[in-house]
């Protein structure tokens, strides 16, 4: 008798995903085929109504030009949505480094709490970013990262050093900012859906982290 193969939820998920990212291109492809089709069809039977003017060329290349003005302004956020995953991560090893290296030799400094907190700050924000918090949910997120500033207080009572705290408090506008920026990265991966891979991959490497 054969065994049951196990259900992998992930290889579903990976399939719905890689379909969303090539939904646009399979859509003009196939728009592209039935219009060939058509004019096929139509310079076959002599329908032609319109002849080969010069006026084709400017049509095209106006239409040319306004599409590339409208993807001006989304092609920024494009670029800025590829930082955001190195800029969130670089935030949380960062202060998970200084707080590691200051409680080394020091038992009162809970490095095992800062790590739990720095997890859920990513879990949130993969949470806010996917269907449940409608992609643009980030107060749960906010609210986890302004967690940081009691623990960092607490360290300064430690006896951490000033620039330390100048640095962990930096960090913590760093994720402030890319969270509320990843709002506006979601959206530029609805308008390109090349970057749709936003959502699973970004914080993949955060995960790594975190793990």
Do not use: W
């Not at 920026?181 to 975190?210: D, H, N, Q, V």
Request: hydrophobic share 45%; proline share 4%.
């Amino acid at each position: 008798m054969l065994a049951r193969q196990p259900h992998h939820p992930a290889s579903g998920v990976g399939r719905s995903s890689l379909r969303k990212r090539f939904r646009l291109f399979l859509t003009v492809i196939a728009v592209v085929l039935v219009l060939s089709a058509i004019k096929a069809a139509i310079h076959r039977l002599g329908l032609e109504f319109l002849g080969l003017n010069p006026l084709f060329t400017s049509a095209i290349a106006g239409a040319i030009f306004i599409i590339g003005f409208l993807l001006s302004s989304v092609l920024s956020d494009y670029k800025e949505a590829e930082r955001m995953p190195t800029d969130i991560r670089v935030a949380l090893e960062a202060i998970h480094d200084d707080v590691t290296c200051f409680g080394a030799d020091r038992r009162e400094v809970d490095v095992g709490a800062l790590r739990t907190t720095l997890s859920k700050i990513v879990l949130t924000l993969r949470e806010s970013l996917g269907d449940a918090g409608n992609h643009a949910d980030m107060v749960p997120v906010l609210a986890e990262i302004d967690k940081l500033p009691a623990v960092f207080s607490a360290l300064e009572k430690l006896g951490l050093p000033a620039n330390y705290i100048v640095r962990l408090r930096s960090a913590q506008d760093i994720l402030r900012g890319a969270s509320c920026g990843s709002i506006t990265s979601r959206r530029c991966s609805s308008s390109l859906p090349s970057a749709s891979s936003f959502k699973p991959s970004s914080l993949r490497s955060c995960f790594c982290f975190c793990s």
